[in-house]
DNA sequence: CAGTATCCAGATCGATACTG
DNA sequence: CAGTATCGATCTGGATACTG
């Protein structure tokens, strides 16, 4: 096959990596689209200073207590947020973002503003497929 | 706030987006990391022509039928993939891959390509959060 | 061949209640 | 304040059997 197409590259860097990487690779695009993770982070990112859980909670709107501490420690995990206690009482725990997760919003970004600016696109696509009685 | 970073870019577009837009732009995004899209664009894109539902099968290794199927449906639907049948006996059903997927390919690879070369960094993130005892 | 129909297991996520 | 624990509804996807 000829490189002259995009799929080329992934193909050849696809080839060296191992089974563990590549279940990791797709954990962390997996991160991009599930239900509050980009969210939080776009939060943390755009306040650009440590948040206490509560502010993060306030910021991401209906996102439930559980599903909070689940984001916020896969992202922690993840080293795409970090998480800081502090000894006092009531308890201060902040949460800021990392440098390798904005170097991440800046690849995410483009899909993302292409996405956007097809919606159009995809929208007629799928009034064709519904007209047609599907 | 200054729009010096990638995320103001994106703030301005998103502001213009309405509800039904802002949800089809998070299915579309969304097609990329359920368990089978990609694979399936991936192997229509990397053949290059129109291929029957069971050699689809074969090449996307352990998907099941029904889940080939609601995939197909969904690429269908978003214009990602077409459908063409045919009047036989056996029936022959041919699917290819779109323009528009292919477009998508183009912003998607670069994405990847970035978190496949960053995958080490994300597992020594791991291995310290793991290794602290959580 | 290319599906559809049915059943089922596991994961996700919200609501609620409780705790150091 | 910042969680954890528990329950239940919903969704996803696999296995299997059946059909035009």
Same mark, same amino acid.
């Given at each position: ?5 995009? =799929? $080329?590259? %992934?193909?050849? =860097? ?6 563990? %990487? ?12 599930? @239900? #509050?993770?980009? #969210? /939080?982070? *776009?939060?943390?990112? &755009? &306040? ?13 709107? !209906?996102? $439930?207590? @559980? $599903? ?10 993840? !080293?795409? /947020?970090?998480? @800081? ?21 800046? *690849? /995410?970004?483009? =899909? #993302? =503003? #292409?996405?956007? @600016? ?6 007629? %696509?799928?009034?064709?497929?519904? !007209?047609? !009685?599907?």
């Amino acid at each position: 096959m000829p490189t002259t197409t995009a =799929l $080329s590259q %992934a193909q050849e =860097l696809c080839d060296t990596l191992t089974d563990d %990487a590549d279940e990791l690779i797709r954990e962390i695009i997996t991160r991009l689209t599930d @239900k #509050w993770s980009l #969210w /939080v982070m *776009h939060v943390l990112a &755009t &306040t650009d200073r440590p948040m206490r859980f509560s502010r993060v909670m306030e910021q991401v709107e !209906g996102i $439930s207590q @559980k $599903s909070l501490t689940k984001t916020l420690r896969q992202l922690e995990r993840d !080293g795409l /947020v970090t998480r @800081k206690m502090f000894a006092e009482v009531p308890p201060r725990v902040e949460y800021a973002i990392t440098p390798i997760a904005l170097e991440m919003f800046e *690849h /995410v970004e483009p =899909l #993302w =503003l #292409w996405v956007a @600016k097809s919606v159009t696109l995809f929208q007629s %696509a799928r009034e064709a497929f519904d !007209g047609r !009685g599907k």
